[in-house]
């Protein structure tokens, strides 16, 4: 286990604008964010949604596609742009990246794999890696789902200390949108939220309390925080800052103490 290793998931609606297009100085604030908690001893693996909400504009659309030819066209040319904005971000900070693209397949048969190159990449100590789902080749029975999903199981076989969603509001409401800061029974909260997208997104906080539930179940904390306030990072890394924190399940306690 990498001491401090944080996997940060950072959803479409935080990176682009409402046309679809990639949103320049968000990133710029996402990985000045990122870069300051690596400095400060975070060890850090990026899940980054974005491609398909970047590629959508060279398609001339006006909404997130529905069939499976165009949306894996649109992840082809967005995939590409996303990963050339985050390589000039991330060298004025000194670092790099590297890109692993990954299917359902992929996690089940070559998990061990993964996970060695992985740990190989942040032995480096200046390389950000950056996943994302291979949304340009993967088919429905080879999808992982959504990268709330696949954030919670890169997080689990890595055995990182904590697993952070960031989207585009402060965390879990209540019915009275009210800021729920900590959940400690996921089943007391599973009526507070409905499924939901955006245009050029799939998901929402129904797909994110999926990922809590099994981040919490392999013992690993979740944090659901704003992406627009990416400043706050450096505090949610140390249990503080405006966000919702689910708590490890009492089952994966109960068995790290044995």
Do not use: W
Not at 22 to 45: F, H, N
Not at 234 to 258: C, H, N, P
Request: net charge negative; glycine share 8%.
């Amino acid at each position: 286990m990498m001491k401090n290793l944080v996997v940060i998931k950072i959803g479409t609606g935080v990176l682009t604008r409402q046309n679809g297009t990639l949103d320049g100085a968000s990133l710029v604030r996402l990985a000045t964010a990122v870069a300051e908690i690596k400095a400060q001893g975070y060890p850090c693996v990026m899940v980054s949604s974005g491609a398909v909400g970047a590629g959508v504009s060279s398609l001339n659309l006006t909404a997130y596609p529905d069939d499976v030819e165009t949306r894996q066209a649109a992840a082809a040319i967005g995939q590409a742009r996303l990963m050339q904005r985050y390589q000039t971000i991330f060298e004025q900070f000194g670092l790099d990246v590297a890109q692993l693209l990954l299917t359902g397949s992929d996690l089940e048969e070559n998990r061990d794999r993964i996970s060695a190159t992985m740990h190989r990449l942040l032995e480096e100590g200046d390389i950000i890696p950056i996943v994302n789902e291979n949304d340009s080749v993967a088919i429905e029975e080879l999808r992982v789902g959504d990268n709330d999903m696949l954030s919670a199981r890169v997080a689990e076989f890595l055995n990182a200390s904590q697993l952070i969603l960031l989207t585009t509001v402060d965390g879990l409401l209540d019915s009275e949108n009210q800021l729920i800061e900590n959940v400690e029974d996921l089943s007391k909260v599973a009526g507070l939220v409905r499924a939901e997208s955006g245009k050029f997104s799939i998901g929402g906080m129904v797909s994110k309390l999926q990922a809590v539930n099994y981040a919490t179940q392999a013992g690993i904390g979740v944090v659901v925080a704003n992406g627009r306030r990416p400043e706050q990072l450096s505090e949610l890394v140390k249990g503080r800052g405006r966000s919702t924190r689910f708590k490890i399940s009492s089952s994966a306690a109960s068995q790290d103490q044995l």
